[in-house]
């Protein structure tokens, strides 16, 4: 099992560029996450998404979008990136969302992409 | 929305010692994560604990949600324990909400 996978691991863009952050899970969970996070910080919420289908905001979803293309994959895009997006993007999976009281709903992190945007 | 403060934000100890990590938030929750990011980057899951005590090993994690506070315990620390220490309470009510604490960077001293 490779877990959660993410691709690339780096990207350099120019302001007005526009990239597509790819991820996928191999452990057939529903639900899906996008974080990113600042030097620092801890993670903020990007966007989420319950489960295949559907794809909800998060805390800070403006200027990105997602698609939620079968189970396995969950990509965002940034479609005219600026420099407040660089960041450390990270992807997560879950058997259902992490909210709720079962014990299985814990979250698996990918390694990461490191975004600058000059 | 959640409010989260970790305590310490620093911590450096000497390899063998033991310490505890405080996590106070702000509303009611459904549920609490204890992450571990290594120097690496990588994001460990390291409890999912709603309210009483868990254990794994050195660690072990007890949260008090009618207190609306979480703690973490790491016994003879080591130096692979190095990294920084994030809570994440979250909850599903009306859309799924989940704020990560600035978190506790520890470093261990061999």
């Known amino acids: 099992n490779a877990g959660v996978t993410q691709t690339p691991k780096f990207q350099v863009l120019k302001t007005g560029q526009s990239m597509t952050l790819q991820c996928a899970q191999d452990?057939?969970?529903?639900?899906m996450y996008w974080y990113r996070q600042d030097p620092g910080m801890g993670l903020r919420l990007i966007y989420y998404s319950a489960s295949e289908g559907t794809t909800d905001k998060g805390e800070v979803p403006n200027g990105y979008n997602v698609s939620r293309l079968n189970k396995r994959e969950f990509s965002l895009r940034l479609e005219s990136a600026a420099p407040s997006q660089t960041s450390v993007y990270f992807c997560?999976?879950?058997?259902?969302?992490?909210?709720?009281?079962?014990?299985?709903?814990?979250?698996?992190f990918g390694p990461g992409t490191r975004l600058t945007v000059l | 929305g959640i409010q989260v403060e970790q305590s310490p934000p620093d911590l450096i100890l000497q390899e063998g010692a033991n310490s505890t990590l405080r996590c106070n938030f702000s509303d009611s929750v459904n549920n609490l994560q204890w992450f571990h990011q290594n120097p690496w980057g990588q994001l460990i899951n390291l409890f999912y604990?709603?309210?009483g005590t868990k254990q794994n090993g050195r660690l072990s994690a007890t949260t008090v949600a009618t207190e609306r506070y979480s703690l973490l315990y790491i016994s003879s620390s080591q130096t692979t324990d190095s990294g920084v220490y994030f809570c994440?309470?979250?909850?599903?009510?009306?859309?799924?909400?989940?704020?990560f604490g600035a978190g506790t960077r520890l470093f261990v001293k061999a």
């Open positions: 997560a999976s879950s058997e259902g969302l992490a909210g709720g009281r079962r014990s299985y709903n814990e979250q698996f």
């Open positions: 604990i709603p309210s």
């Open positions: 994440a309470p979250s909850e599903v009510a009306g859309g799924f909400k989940t704020i």
């Open positions: 452990m057939n969970h529903n639900s």
